[in-house]
């Protein structure tokens, strides 16, 4: 029998087709742990089918799904801010709303929203912590700002190792050569998929990586 994994999956941002067939390419067991970094919605074709894809998937494994940036603008916006509305669709929100048939009021399923206040914004496990967007190297893990977990991208500020010892796993900077960052304490597997790279998972512990294309092309192994 197959040992239980910890697989992190980065921003899928809207392209179903690429995380499904990212999913069937792992071959995602029920005594499996799959952590999703964020950032669900905006800029690919299908933010909708993403949630319907992670809400299916969480009835199949342990799924730990992280609230991201984009994440955080979208729920904003369907609770009424729509202050915030022509920042975002500048953002990619405006497939997101084509997404829900243009009309976001009446569109949203109260279940999308549910998973989306529901998803936390730090995952511990043993050796690993999971975040969005970036950390601070001296602050405890459960003391981390909210700001620089959803927002803080590693072009703004490279953090340190943490003082946990654990090594960090973090999406939200788009690696545009579609290759994952690899700092030994830290690696950030958002690999540019909605920009022509890849969706990445990774098995933490392990090392294995799996990444399909926005099609779901599986990526040829070097």
Known sequence: MASQRLIAIGDI??????LRALLDAVRIQPDDTVVTLGDYVDRGPDSRGV????????????????RGNHD??????????TVLMDDWLRFGGDTTVASYGGDLATGVPREHLDFLHAC????????FFFVHG??????????????VLHWESLRMRLPGPHGSGKTAIVG???????????LGYLKCIDTFCYGGGWLTALDVPSGQVWQVDQNGTLRPEA
């Open 172 to 182: 939200h900077t788009a690696q545009k050569d579609g290759e994952i960052l690899d």
């Open 13 to 18: 941002h809207g392209y179903r087709d690429a």
């Open 72 to 81: 955080e603008l979208f729920l904003e916006i369907c609770c009424g801010a």
């Open 120 to 127: 936390p914004s730090i995952h511990e496990a043993d050796a």
């Open 134 to 147: 970036s950390y601070t190297a001296d602050v405890p893990l459960n003391r981390q700002m909210p700001e």
């Open 51 to 66: 949630f319907d894809e992670l809400i299916a998937l969480a009835d199949h494994c342990e799924l730990v799904p992280l």
